[in-house]
């Protein structure tokens, strides 16, 4: 489908330069994301439960930043600028984290600096590539531009765990760290050498950064703003803070929400409770989702036989499984989405997140399948843990995109922008930050 909507819908072209750069944005997060459980149990020795909660923590504000970041990029930056605002952070992280180094404070500082970067990053990024599309011919291939920035997305996010958990595993783990870092840099120059596609998207505020307040520019309070967070972030990370953020950010958001009811009628009062509905059921999703990166993986490097004919597969490989399964799950569930609508045969919103908790039952049924032959034999065969892997992976492509694509159809008393924004807020630092704690039940020290 993309394809042919490529061959007669001619895209911006600065729709290369945006894939570039978030493939090896996905390819940086990932790739760390992969090694990070395993650094902080095997070479900073901190217990499963620490390890666990400071996972969770800096999971959690990655999902939680760009809301100010959007905010900034607004008022202050454009979105152009932002995105290299970010990417310099992202490669800044990598570099500090890949110093050999047991020292705890080395850690804090390296995330402190990728939640930030991913303040930038993450959303504007998104609205940087919108803002290609300004023709009503452009206008036909939003939806495939869009498409192919996640496929490429998907691919980084893919070959990372690969790259990085190989390296890592040959040379050590500054190296590892040090290709993600290296990728993002790839993806940033690539991004950068095409400047003149982007001439035509919103520019930095120049007045609005050079006003004053208490005599200081705005530029430099926003420098002043971004180091003080990076140091607050170590504070919090250190402390293990992450969850009073939390509660202030949702607490303001279900004030948002009984806002929105009390100014409802009756029948968008109905749609909010189906969007409720769906926060809450992506919240529990996720939380379970989430333990790929975590005690799954613990469990992989602990209790599962990755040895083939004398090469033993990193425990990172398996961290690719997950992107493989959106991509080939993606281009099944497309067909049969397609296949279903050509006989007039509609599925239910609810059937589609029941398919996809069906099919996140199944693969955690296997799991624990593997986890007891482990259990009766010192370790066992990945083939059920991957083949669980799988059915998760897949089990994504009925919750996310299903429950957006509900609440923006829905869209109750116009506020579809901050509903999509405070699902993805349940949904990613609630359930991240959720996910730890069920990961702690699977802790052995």
């Not at 400071?54 to 454009?78: F, H, M």
């Not at 939640?115 to 036909?140: A, P, V």
Request: aromatic share 14%.
């Amino acid at each position: 489908v993309i394809g042919q909507q490529m061959n007669t819908i001619k895209q911006p072209k600065g729709l290369f330069h945006i894939i570039a750069i978030q493939m090896w944005e996905f390819f940086s997060y990932y790739g760390m994301r992969s090694l990070l459980i395993l650094f902080l149990t095997e070479k900073l020795l901190m217990s499963d439960q620490h390890a666990y909660a400071l996972y969770g923590a800096y999971t959690s504000l990655v999902y939680v930043t760009p809301i100010i970041g959007g905010y900034l990029a607004d008022k202050y930056l454009g979105n152009y600028w932002s995105v290299i605002f970010g990417g310099l952070l992202i490669v800044g992280w990598n570099f500090v984290l890949s110093i050999p180094s047991s020292d705890h404070t080395t850690l804090y500082i390296a995330l402190s600096l990728i939640i930030c970067g991913y303040g930038f990053f993450k959303t504007n990024s998104s609205c940087l590539l919108g803002e290609l599309y300004q023709t009503k011919e452009q206008e036909h291939g939003r939806e495939a531009g869009f498409s192919i920035s996640y496929i490429g997305g998907n691919i980084g996010s893919m070959i990372a765990p690969i790259l990085c958990g190989f390296a890592a595993m040959k040379w050590g783990w500054h190296i590892g760290f040090s290709l993600a870092g290296v990728g993002m840099l790839i993806g940033l120059g690539v991004f950068i050498s095409g400047r003149k596609n982007f001439a035509h998207v919103s520019q930095p505020n120049f007045s609005a950064l050079q006003q004053k307040s208490a005599g200081i520019p705005h530029w430099s309070l926003l420098i002043i703003a971004i180091a003080v967070a990076t140091l607050g972030l170590v504070f919090v990370l250190k402390n293990l803070w992450a969850g009073y953020i939390l509660f202030v950010i949702c607490f303001m958001s279900v004030l948002h929400i009984i806002g929105l009811y009390r100014k409802s009628d009756a029948e968008d009062r109905q749609k909010l409770n189906s969007i409720m509905y769906f926060m809450l059921f992506g919240t529990v999703f996720w939380a379970f989702d989430q333990q790929g990166g975590s005690s799954i993986s613990l469990f992989i490097e602990r209790n599962i036989n990755t040895n083939i004919g004398g090469f033993t597969i990193p425990t990172a490989f398996f961290q690719a499984i997950n992107p493989v399964a959106v991509i080939v799950g993606g281009a099944a569930v497309a067909w049969l989405w397609k296949i279903l609508d050509s006989k007039s045969i509609s599925v239910r919103t609810l059937t589609k997140l029941n398919m996809g908790l069906l099919l996140l039952t199944a693969g955690f049924s296997l799991i624990t399948l593997s986890s007891k032959l482990a259990m009766a034999s010192g370790e066992t065969t990945f083939i059920w843990l991957m083949v669980g892997l799988l059915c998760i992976g897949v089990a994504e492509l009925f919750i996310d995109p299903v429950a957006l694509a509900a609440i923006t159809r829905l869209n109750p008393q116009g506020a579809t922008g901050t509903l999509a924004g405070i699902y993805m807020l349940a949904g990613g630092s609630v359930a991240n930050y959720l996910a730890a704690d069920i990961a702690q039940f699977t802790s052995t020290n």
